[in-house]
């Protein structure tokens, strides 16, 4: 079994950085996808960035150009760096890992969620 876990949610003035990470735990052999996600409250979740274990990296376009995911394959890490943040980019924020377990078995695992609420 699979676990995430994030950390670096917060209250942030606009125009303000954070950075997100998701940790994944356990009996894992590979990470293909790592992926972030967001829900306000009354809308549908939406895609936020995703990357790829060949190095490819999307956004989606309310983020593009100010958000940036990384990772620590070595660590079984994501990162998301979140600048000019925006009153519109407050949201509870998810991390979703696929890839392989160790009896080679797909895994698809969602983190338990960080508020990043974007104010005065």
């Known amino acids: 079994q699979v676990q995430l876990v994030e950390s670096g949610g917060g209250l942030v003035q606009p125009g303000g950085s954070l950075t997100l990470s998701c940790a994944a735990s356990?009996?894992?052999?590979?990470?293909?996808?790592m992926r972030w996600y967001r829900q306000a409250p009354g809308k549908e979740r939406e895609l936020v960035a995703l990357?790829?274990?060949?190095?490819?990296?999307e956004y989606g376009d309310p983020v593009k150009g100010r958000f940036t995911i990384s990772r620590n394959n070595a660590m079984n890490t994501a990162y998301l760096q979140m600048n000019s943040l925006k009153p519109e980019d407050t949201a509870v924020y998810y991390c979703?890992?696929?890839?392989?377990?160790?009896?080679?078995?797909?895994?698809?695992?969602w983190g338990q969620g960080t508020q990043v609420t974007v104010g005065q």
């Open positions: 979703n890992f696929v890839g392989y377990d160790t009896n080679y078995e797909v895994f698809d695992a």
């Open positions: 356990g009996s894992i052999f590979v990470i293909n996808g």
């Open positions: 990357s790829t274990s060949g190095g490819s990296t």
